[in-house]
């Protein structure tokens, strides 16, 4: 068995980002426990606690809750509330830190991560399935168990903020997002023939692709390692393709000079929605196949290549894009790939550069002023001339 911590790429939960341990068994999936986490890592919310029917009775859910325990080693843990086969598997269930569930403690201490009415409709519910279900539950470890607490969580109703979403800015950093790739068999071959070169090969790669079909599903993330991960992770569900994949991924540097499209940021990922078709410059693709995730094929491109995150919706599809991709993304007749070159240092500045041009001159003409004898033309100083003459003078005795 292995245990995998890894983004859960999910729109809900605010500014809170979604974390999933992954339990594999011989390499294939065995259960999930997701979560959300607070911006400052503080505090959780369990969302979902699955093991798959293969591999069930066999303690994986404690596992990996022990694990979530582990690897947030401070954090308040919210396990809200809890149906039937909940409330059976938490009986026998023994919490490693009882003390950081804030079901357990009164919510002064944990109110401004967790809504306390919130949290008290949440406890009066397990409350409730535990006498349903006749478990005890732990209740000597619970905060005033079975006991009304409306009054005391509107005391401290006051206390809760959601947090505002933090994460990545497209404007200023660069993004990095991936596609898995089916390729036929020849293709795959050349693709990861390192003998060849790595940017003819993404080169390749992007033909067969299509310049405007980067993926508009995924989530853009702030590092390669955060793209490639994605990837493993749609691959462990996926029980159904036979086909070698490649699993791809693209650097685009920051979209500086566009309009922002609609977009959600989490913690370290930016997801756009309803994608128009968004014009970015590829700076590099990076390659491997998931049988040897630790052999990585990568292509620098200097300068940046042009492409574009494909539209979610080909009828949304802005004339921009429109006027250079096919519904497809592939590059229309009479289109070629273009390289995006550096932007000159003096593009915009011609004003500027006038006016120190102007200011130099006028200090030119006002030492001419100052100094008549060399402006007029007369001759130079016997100093000056000495320098510009090509051979050393006749050495002369001085006088003492």
Same mark, same amino acid.
């Given at each position: 068995?292995?245990?995998?911590?890894?983004?859960?790429?999910?729109?809900?939960?605010?500014?809170?980002?979604?974390?999933?341990?992954?339990?594999?068994?011989?390499?294939?999936?065995?259960?999930?426990?997701? !979560?959300?986490?607070?911006?400052?890592?503080?505090?959780?919310?369990?969302?979902?606690?699955?093991?798959?029917?293969?591999?069930?009775?066999?303690?994986?859910?404690?596992?990996?809750?022990?694990?979530?325990?582990?690897?947030?080693?401070?954090?308040?843990?919210?396990?809200?509330?809890?149906?039937?086969?909940?409330?059976?598997? =938490?009986?026998?269930?023994?919490?490693?830190?009882?003390?950081?569930?804030?079901?357990?403690?009164?919510? $002064?201490?944990?109110?401004?991560?967790?809504?306390?009415?919130?949290?008290? *409709?949440?406890?009066?519910?397990?409350?409730?399935?535990?006498?349903?279900?006749?478990?005890?539950?732990?209740?000597?470890?619970?905060?005033?168990?079975?006991?009304?607490?409306?009054?005391?969580?509107?005391?401290? *109703?006051?206390?809760?903020?959601?947090?505002?979403?933090?994460?990545?800015?497209?404007? $200023?950093?660069?993004?990095?997002?991936?596609?898995?790739?089916?390729?036929?068999?020849?293709?795959?071959?050349? !693709?990861?023939?390192?003998?060849?070169?790595?940017?003819?090969?993404?080169?390749?790669?992007?033909?067969?692709?299509?310049?405007?079909?980067?993926?508009?599903?995924?989530? =853009?993330?702030?590092?390669?390692?955060?793209?490639?991960?994605?990837?493993?992770?749609?691959? !462990?569900?996926?029980? !159904?393709?036979?086909?070698?994949?490649?699993?791809?991924?693209?650097?685009?540097?920051?979209? @500086?000079?566009?309009?922002?499209?609609?977009?959600?940021?989490?913690?370290?990922?930016?997801?756009?929605?309803?994608?128009?078709?968004?014009?970015?410059?590829? *700076?590099?693709?990076?390659?491997? @196949?998931?049988?040897?995730?630790?052999?990585?094929?990568?292509?620098?491109?200097?300068?940046?290549?042009?492409? $574009?995150?494909?539209?979610?919706?080909?009828?949304?599809?802005?004339?921009?894009?429109?006027?250079?991709? @096919?519904?497809?993304?592939?590059?229309?007749?009479?289109?070629?790939?273009?390289?995006?070159?550096?932007?000159?240092?003096?593009?915009?500045?011609?004003?500027?550069?006038?006016?120190?041009?102007?200011?130099?001159?006028?200090?030119?003409?006002?030492?001419?002023?100052?100094?008549?004898?060399?402006? @007029?033309?007369?001759? $130079?100083?016997?100093?000056?001339?000495?320098?510009?003459?090509?051979?050393?003078?006749?050495?002369?005795?001085?006088?003492?």
């Amino acid at each position: 068995m292995s245990l995998w911590l890894t983004d859960w790429k999910t729109d809900g939960g605010g500014a809170w980002s979604g974390r999933r341990i992954m339990a594999q068994v011989g390499g294939a999936y065995a259960g999930h426990l997701d !979560v959300y986490v607070h911006p400052d890592g503080q505090a959780l919310e369990v969302t979902e606690l699955t093991v798959s029917p293969d591999h069930q009775l066999r303690n994986l859910a404690s596992v990996m809750m022990d694990a979530l325990y582990a690897a947030y080693p401070t954090a308040w843990i919210n396990h809200g509330g809890r149906g039937p086969e909940e409330t059976r598997w =938490w009986d026998r269930y023994s919490e490693p830190a009882p003390e950081r569930n804030p079901h357990n403690r009164p919510p $002064a201490e944990w109110a401004h991560y967790f809504d306390p009415v919130m949290v008290a *409709a949440q406890k009066a519910r397990n409350a409730y399935r535990n006498r349903y279900d006749g478990v005890d539950g732990h209740r000597e470890a619970v905060y005033r168990y079975g006991e009304p607490m409306e009054a005391e969580a509107r005391q401290h *109703a006051h206390l809760f903020h959601e947090p505002q979403p933090q994460g990545p800015d497209p404007k $200023a950093d660069e993004l990095y997002g991936g596609v898995r790739l089916f390729l036929p068999p020849r293709l795959h071959r050349v !693709v990861h023939d390192s003998s060849r070169d790595a940017a003819e090969r993404a080169e390749i790669v992007l033909d067969h692709l299509g310049h405007g079909s980067l993926p508009h599903r995924s989530a =853009w993330n702030t590092t390669e390692r955060g793209a490639f991960e994605d990837l493993a992770h749609e691959q !462990v569900f996926d029980t !159904v393709s036979r086909q070698p994949a490649t699993h791809l991924t693209f650097r685009v540097l920051p979209l @500086s000079d566009q309009q922002m499209p609609m977009h959600e940021a989490k913690a370290t990922w930016v997801r756009f929605i309803d994608s128009p078709g968004i014009e970015v410059e590829l *700076a590099g693709m990076s390659w491997r @196949s998931p049988q040897r995730p630790w052999f990585t094929h990568t292509a620098v491109f200097d300068p940046p290549l042009d492409a $574009a995150i494909a539209p979610e919706y080909a009828a949304d599809a802005s004339p921009q894009y429109r006027a250079r991709y @096919s519904e497809l993304g592939y590059l229309l007749p009479g289109q070629t790939p273009r390289r995006s070159e550096n932007t000159s240092p003096y593009a915009g500045r011609e004003a500027e550069i006038r006016a120190w041009a102007d200011r130099l001159r006028q200090g030119i003409a006002q030492r001419a002023t100052d100094r008549p004898d060399s402006a @007029s033309g007369q001759p $130079a100083p016997a100093d000056h001339q000495v320098h510009q003459q090509q051979h050393p003078p006749q050495q002369t005795p001085r006088i003492r």
